[in-house]
C-alpha cells in the first residue's frame, strides 16, 4: 500500500506573506440538524469542541469544528485518527438522521501567514478582511477567485484556506501571485 501524500507535498512561497500547503489534515464532513444532542455529543467525542455557531470556527491545531452551513459541520482531526474518529461518531450517531464521510483526501489546506496576510486573502475572496469585519475563530465559505473555498484565522496573522484537492495547484499559485514581492495594496 502506497503512503499517503498531500495534495502538494508541503509547497510553500515566502512574499508579503508566507503561503503553505499544509500536508494531510483529516477532515469529516458532519450534516445533520446541529441541535441534536446525539449529533453534539458525537461532535465533542470526536474533537473536543462543542458545536460552532454561525461563521465560527474552534480549532486548535488540527483539531477542530467548523461551521459550514446550517446543516453541516467540518470536523477537524489528526490525519492518523480519522478513521478511527469517524468510526466512533456513526457508532454514537446510531440511528440519528446525520451523514458523517472522511473527505481528508478529498481536499487540500494551506496556510497564509504574516502581517499581509489579509491583504493577500483580500486580492482572492470578495470578503471583507478588516479587523473589525474578520477575526480569528471566523470562517467563509466563498471563493478563491475561480474555485470554492473556506478559509478562517487561527491568530490575527494566519489564515487557514481549504479548498477540492483538485483545484490545489491553482489556489497555491493564486495565493502565490498574491503574496508576490511588491504586491502591497495597504488595504488591511
Known amino acids: 500500500m502506497s503512503e499517503p501524500i498531500s495534495a502538494l507535498n508541503h509547497a510553500s512561497f515566502d512574499g508579503i506573506a508566507k503561503v503553505e500547503e499544509c500536508g494531510l489534515q483529516g477532515m469529516i464532513t458532519l450534516r445533520g ?10 461532535v465533542k467525542d470526536a474533537a473536543g469542541q462543542k458545536v460552532p455557531g454561525q461563521r465560527e470556527a ?3 491545531g488540527d483539531t477542530g469544528v ?3 452551513s446550517p446543516d453541516e459541520l467540518l ?47 483580500g486580492k482572492v475572496a470578495p470578503v471583507d478582511f478588516s479587523t473589525d ?5 471566523q470562517i467563509r465559505r466563498s471563493r478563491l477567485a475561480q474555485v470554492a473555498g473556506a478559509f478562517w ?7 487557514r484556506v481549504v479548498c477540492f484537492r483538485s483545484a490545489a495547484d491553482y489556489a497555491f499559485k493564486l495565493l502565490k501571485v498574491a503574496a508576490q514581492p511588491g504586491s502591497e495594496v495597504g488595504v488591511y
Not at 469585519?133 to 475563530?137: E, K, S, V
Not at 487561527?154 to 489564515?159: G, L, N, P
Request: charged residues 20%; aromatic residues 6%; proline residues 3%.
Open 33 to 42: 440538524n446541529l441541535k441534536d444532542k446525539v449529533l453534539i455529543k458525537a
Open 75 to 121: 470536523v477537524l482531526v489528526p490525519y492518523t485518527e480519522v478513521e478511527a474518529k469517524l468510526s466512533a461518531m456513526n457508532n454514537v450517531l446510531g440511528g440519528t438522521h446525520a451523514l458523517a464521510v472522511n473527505v481528508s483526501d478529498a481536499r487540500a489546506v494551506f496556510r497564509v501567514s504574516g502581517a499581509s496576510a489579509r491583504e493577500v486573502m
Open 66 to 68: 467548523c461551521w459550514m
Open 58 to 60: 474552534l480549532v486548535d
Open 133 to 137: 469585519m474578520f477575526q480569528p475563530g
Open 153 to 159: 484565522m487561527d491568530d490575527d496573522q494566519t489564515f
